[in-house]
């Protein structure tokens, strides 16, 4: 999920699951919290942001998705921000203070019943604020309170800026990419507070992470990262 605010961000990633958690340990001792999660490539990618408005954050996990540990922290009013699938387990984040009134998911094996939950969640008034793929699962997290408009789109290959500017987006912005098969999603999220975005895609990710630099100095922010046909996808915005 993207945070609508945000001052500094900080990017870490390892391959084990023990150095990840030492690593994000470290950085909210430093007041910053995961803004986006995601795995791929053997790789374990996680950008932090500072400034969020947001106040505590933990993350549950387990072979099956955690459903009984989420409803732990939903009663302790944190709400799910991201999540991910390593191959083996089901990664979930879960942030307090985030502006979220209600939240609920739905796991389904088939896509088409997938597609027809979101359209009834949207009917009842629900954002997608995450989707993942994972153990042969469709995840959709829904949540009310952000009275963001939204709609999704598809492509076979992940679109370049230059696509994206001759594309109808009605003033949306990207909030979150992710893979189903031979099709990379995008879900396109107005009244988030951004208006302007670029998207970036390679298989060296150490150059991606020198071009995200580049944005940062230019005053954009790192708001969703995902890995598609062996490539990254950056999309920054400001």
């Given at each position: 999920?993207?945070?609508?605010?945000?001052?500094?961000?900080?990017?870490?990633?390892?391959?084990?699951?023990?150095?990840?958690?030492?690593?994000?340990?470290?950085?909210?001792?430093?007041?910053?919290?995961?803004?986006?999660?995601?795995?791929?490539?053997?790789?374990?990618?996680?950008?932090?942001?500072?400034?969020?408005?947001?106040?505590?954050?933990?993350?549950?996990?387990g072979e099956t998705f955690?459903?009984?540990?989420?409803?732990?922290?939903?009663?302790?009013?944190?709400?799910?921000?991201?999540?991910?699938?390593?191959?083996?387990?089901?990664?979930?984040?879960?942030?307090?203070?985030?502006?979220?009134?209600?939240?609920?998911?739905?796991?389904?094996?088939?896509?088409?019943?997938?597609?027809?939950?979101?359209?009834?969640?949207w009917k009842e008034g629900?954002?997608?604020?995450?989707?993942?793929?994972?153990?042969?699962?469709?995840?959709?997290?829904?949540?009310?309170?952000?009275?963001?408009?939204?709609?999704?789109?598809?492509?076979?290959?992940?679109?370049?800026?230059?696509?994206?500017?001759?594309?109808?987006?009605?003033?949306?912005?990207?909030?979150?990419?992710?893979?189903?098969?031979?099709?990379?999603?995008?879900?396109?999220?107005?009244?988030?507070?951004?208006?302007?975005?670029?998207?970036?895609?390679?298989?060296?990710?150490?150059?991606?992470?020198?071009?995200?630099?580049?944005?940062?100095?230019?005053?954009?922010?790192?708001?969703?990262?995902?890995?598609?046909?062996?490539?990254?996808?950056?999309?920054?915005?400001?």
């Amino acid at each position: 999920m993207i945070a609508t605010k945000r001052k500094g961000q900080s990017f870490t990633y390892r391959s084990k699951w023990a150095d990840i958690k030492d690593s994000i340990k470290e950085k909210w001792d430093e007041d910053y919290l995961i803004t986006d999660f995601d795995y791929g490539d053997g790789m374990y990618r996680v950008l932090l942001s500072s400034g969020t408005g947001w106040s505590g954050q933990a993350y549950r996990w387990g072979e099956t998705f955690p459903a009984e540990k989420v409803k732990e922290l939903w009663d302790r009013k944190y709400r799910i921000t991201n999540v991910t699938y390593d191959g083996s387990d089901w990664i979930v984040v879960m942030s307090g203070d985030t502006g979220i009134s209600g939240q609920k998911y739905f796991l389904k094996t088939d896509f088409a019943d997938f597609e027809k939950a979101i359209s009834e969640a949207w009917k009842e008034g629900y954002d997608i604020t995450k989707v993942a793929f994972g153990n042969d699962l469709y995840l959709g997290v829904m949540s009310k309170g952000l009275d963001w408009s939204q709609s999704w789109w598809h492509w076979t290959e992940f679109p370049t800026d230059e696509l994206m500017k001759n594309k109808k987006t009605d003033g949306k912005i990207i909030t979150d990419v992710f893979a189903f098969g031979n099709k990379v999603f995008a879900i396109a999220s107005g009244n988030t507070g951004y208006t302007k975005q670029r998207f970036h895609k390679n298989k060296d990710f150490d150059y991606l992470i020198k071009l995200l630099k580049n944005r940062w100095d230019e005053g954009y922010t790192l708001t969703t990262v995902s890995y598609y046909k062996e490539e990254w996808i950056f999309v920054v915005s400001k």
